[in-house]
Structure formats: C-alpha cells, structure tokens
C-alpha cells in the first residue's frame, strides 16, 4: 500500500519559518495533485495548499496566502514541500500530506477528494 510521509514539523516561535517535505514511499502512477491539511485539536481539518504534478497554479485557503509556498520537486514529481514563514500560533496543528490521481481542480480542499495520506507531523507555534 502507498504511503505519504511528511518530515520538516517542529515547534518554532512566532514569526518563524518551517518547511515540511512530502514524498511517497513508492512511484504513484497517474498522481496529479499534492496537498497539505492541518488539524488543530478542537477543530476540523483544513485545506492548506495543493499543486499538482504536472505544474500550473498552486492552491492555497485565504488564511496561509502570501505566507506559505507550495512547491513539488522537479526530479522526483511525487516529492512536495510547504514552506511556511511569519508563523502565528494560530498555525499550531498536525499537517498532514495527501494526494490522489483525479487532479486538483476544484476538490483539493475537500479531504474526501485524496486517496493517500500521510500520518501527519505536528507544527507547534508559541506566542
């Protein structure tokens, strides 16, 4: 069975930057969009960005714009990477990976619309 495995999570301070890594645990066929969602404790998972595999325009929810940069590795297409600057505490939470083979388009926000996820890695944020 595929896997996603994110690294790069940590706790950092306010107004700090993070990068998380996404990559597969084996070649995906077909797969066409890559996406991060975060979980805080409390609350219901997040859509936090998307790209898909074949380029064009990333994805991104309003509350990560402008300070959060979805990218994908060039040589191995199935490798992602959200970098994350001028972190707020409001940005705590366990990000999680996800991808399928049906595109981005207009679903990479609904969870239901990816197949594959990862376990998560926690991003803590103090104040």
């Known amino acids: 069975q595929v896997q996603l495995a994110e690294s790069g999570g940590g706790s950092v301070e306010a107004g700090g930057s993070l990068r998380l890594s996404c990559g597969t645990s084996?070649?995906?066929?077909?797969?066409?969009?890559m996406a991060w969602f975060r979980q805080a404790p409390g609350k219901e998972r997040e859509a936090v960005a998307a790209?898909?595999?074949?380029?064009?325009?990333?994805?991104y929810a309003d509350s990560v714009k402008d300070r959060f940069t979805i990218s994908r590795d060039n040589t191995t297409r199935w490798k992602m990477y959200l970098q994350m600057n001028n972190l707020t505490p409001e940005d705590t939470a366990m990000y999680v990976c996800?991808?399928?083979?049906?595109?981005?388009?207009?679903?990479?926000?609904?969870?239901?619309?990816?197949?594959?996820w990862g376990q998560g890695i926690q991003v803590t944020v103090s104040s």
């Open positions: 084996k070649y995906i066929s077909n797969m066409y969009c």
């Open positions: 790209v898909t595999t074949g380029g064009g325009q990333p994805y």
């Open positions: 996800a991808a399928n083979t049906a595109g981005c388009g207009g679903l990479w926000f609904r969870p239901g619309s990816h197949q594959y």
